[in-house]
């Protein structure tokens, strides 16, 4: 059988207690771009456990429970210089109180996947467990790891990645909500109907990093979500010009999807791509 390492978080809970007064909130870009997004045992399965890796938390979400740890760490020693071979890294979270969340990333023959572990009780894995615990795998594909930045020609009529696709750290989608007033504005008024729709009007469930795209010479920010515990059944994909003020984007609520914000017919054809990339093309 092969050994997971597996470290008690209770022996090393000042790790992150002991971080120097006004360390970062928010996770490094680099490793936003790579693990950002939802993990999940079962990523087709909405009632699956499943972790998602924001800038400023890591939201778990199991068993009917919410688990919220703040300002997430990329701790590549945690297992020190005798880590076994097929582990990366392991992501931190805060829960206060001088209790954690630990996503700790390893790797097989079909990719990476975490083992995930918490001193939450709704989370928490004893060393026997972490011998056999399930393996989440990532559900939307990441923004780009900065160093590939370079932007690669789009043909005709196709979206071209931007630098800050490729490497900048861009808000959230509820972020976005909270402090882009004209942002609010537009998506409120293209979501129409399905403003009666929480999840969509909070924007809090669920995302992979928002990126950016060009689309006929105009530029988008592209965001997406699912709703909390349902993502099978009730997803978004938007875009956001800023210039013109305007959402297009495309929902789906319990399995019946529509456009929304009338998209012209490039713009509609591009969203339903990146929804397809976001929310079928799962590992």
């Known amino acids: 059988m092969k050994t997971i390492w597996f470290v008690p978080l209770a022996l090393v809970a000042f790790t992150i207690a002991a971080a120097p007064a006004g360390a970062q909130d928010k996770i490094d870009k680099d490793a936003l771009a790579r693990w950002g997004g939802a993990w999940a045992i079962d990523c087709k399965d909405a009632k699956s456990k499943r972790v998602t ?25 945690w297992l020190g210089n005798s880590a076994p071979e097929n582990y990366v890294t392991t992501l ?3 829960l206060g109180n001088d209790k954690q969340v ?30 056999n615990a399930p393996h989440y795998r990532h559900c939307v594909t990441a923004a780009k790891p900065a160093g590939s930045a370079a932007t690669t020609p789009a043909p005709e009529g196709k979206p071209a ?7 900048e750290t861009l808000p959230s989608p509820p972020e976005m909500l909270a402090n882009d007033p004209a942002f609010k504005s537009a998506y409120m ?9 929480p999840w969509l009007t909070e924007l ?34 938007a875009f956001y010009s800023a210039a013109k003020k305007k959402v297009y984007g495309k929902v789906v609520v319990a399995q019946k999807s529509a456009l929304i914000g009338n998209p012209p ?4 054809k591009e969203i339903g791509a990146l929804w397809f990339k976001q929310f079928k093309s799962n590992p």
């Open 204 to 237: 809090t469930g669920p995302s992979a990093p928002t990126t950016k795209v060009t689309v006929d010479g105009i530029e988008y920010t592209a965001i997406n979500c699912c709703k909390p515990h349902d993502c099978a059944d009730n997803t978004m994909v």
């Open 53 to 77: 890796l924001y800038d400023d938390r890591i939201v778990y979400e199991g068993a009917g429970k919410t688990v919220i740890a703040s300002k997430p760490q990329n701790a590549t020693s």
């Open 102 to 131: 630990a996503l700790s990333v390893y790797t097989d023959a079909k990719g990476e996947y975490m083992i995930v572990d918490g001193d939450d009780p709704a989370m928490k894995l004893s060393v026997e467990q972490a011998q």
């Open 92 to 94: 931190l979270g805060d």
């Open 265 to 268: 017919p490039a713009v509609a």
């Open 161 to 167: 990645e931007t630098a800050a696709q490729a490497g």
């Open 189 to 197: 008024k293209a979501l129409g109907r399905y403003s009666k729709e």
